[in-house]
């Protein structure tokens, strides 16, 4: 039974389920930094399952680098003092499948790499988390040079990328079917 | 983890209507579990696509996963500190005013990554049904009693061992509705970091010997045996601990990581 001494298979995933929603999300657990930074974006979409429908019980995190393209490496996630960039946020979606996270546009990790924030979904129903990156638009040229969204055909590609609107951008996931958001295996 | 009466999420989606019957489930969860042993294929994760779990019908992606070379932030985790997590909240049996009600219990354990080595000072959070099966969470409608002195979240930080260690009660198990007389054995969901946010992971940890485990969808939508054994944690008397709490324990090992660990992955620091 359990774990043999030595075994390092990895311990598998489970769903999230449906009642996570007291226990994960927190004050403040959205606001990378406060609405009001006079920098602040909105990075927000929907989440939406194979018959287009919205999930009314997905969490994202999202992780990313800050505007000067450093990886954040300061504490405070949770404990959210107003000043601390963290690089990291978690979001549950609403009635409506919507998530809406108040951040820090990210700036390219390399010169001339194109800007993203890595996203981890989990819903109930979601047997395992899945990973993606949302690209923000804008520098089309480190955009077609990108490793990942050169290997992906148009039509895959656009949906790692989000849009710009007016306060932010938008970015949503579609699980199944048609624009079915392409999902990442790091191996 | 104040208000939470307050902090509920909305409606479900509907698409886990109670039609089928538990041999049907049961049946099909079988067929799947025989075409598995007949591949010789080994699998460690739960099938996304996985039908006994009618939720997953619509919410899993049918295309496979798209291999990209973890780079940049992806390398890197969030961290967390102690003015994230106070030491207090390892414990769930001291919440609120009274003592919880059912039996308590120490569960720890190590996070390690796939090279064995441990994830160091890094987030656990768990949350779970009281001992009669009930979440406090509005959209959890089983009517068994609310237990006013546990509310069931709790977080703490690895040790610079990787160990982390929590006081709770065990969780009772409960009904859903995937199917008619549907129950899920008793767990605790656990969500971890590794030093690698590709290493993020969400999972429930199961008690030995429960005998809802070959009726649970969503425990067999691991369908290799093997790999839903390493979510059951193991009964430890060394753990238990004097006339106060039985005690389990549960190694959680994460998938490797790409980036060469630094130093201050490794090594001591303050805790």
Known sequence: MSRPAGDLQPTPGQTVGPFFGYALPYDGSSDLVPPTHPDAVRF???????AGDPVPDALLEIWQAGPDGAVPRAAGSLHRD?????????????????????TLAPGPTAPGSAPYLAVTVFARGLLNRLFTRAYLPGDDAALVADPLLASLDPERRATLVAAADDRGFVFDIRLQGDGETVFLAHG | MTDILDEAPTAPASSDAAASTQAEVSAEMAA????????GATETQPRLDYPPYR?????HPTKDPHHADPEGIELWAPVFGHQDVDRLEADLTIQHRGEPVGERMIVTGRVLD?????????????WQANAGGRYIHKRDQHPAAIDPNFTGVGRCLTDGDGTYS???IKPGPYPWKNHRNAWRPAHIHFSVFGPAFTQRMITQ???PSDPLFALDPIYQSITDPAARDRLVATYDHDVTSHEWATGYRWDIVLTGSHRTPLESDTEGDDA
Request: aromatic share 16%; hydrophobic share 30%.
């Open chain 1, 44 to 50: 927000h979409g929907r989440v939406l399952d194979g």
């Open chain 2, 32 to 39: 799947i579990s025989r075409e598995y042993a007949d591949t």
């Open chain 2, 55 to 59: 939720s997953s019908v619509l919410r």
């Open chain 1, 82 to 102: 107003g000043f601390t960039f963290t690089g990291w946020g978690r979001a549950s979606t609403d009635g409506t499948g919507h998530y809406s996270f108040a």
């Open chain 2, 114 to 126: 796939g090279e064995g080595r441990p994830v160091r000072h890094q987030l656990v959070e768990i």
């Open chain 2, 205 to 207: 940890m199961y008690f």
């Open chain 2, 166 to 168: 929590f006081t709770t």
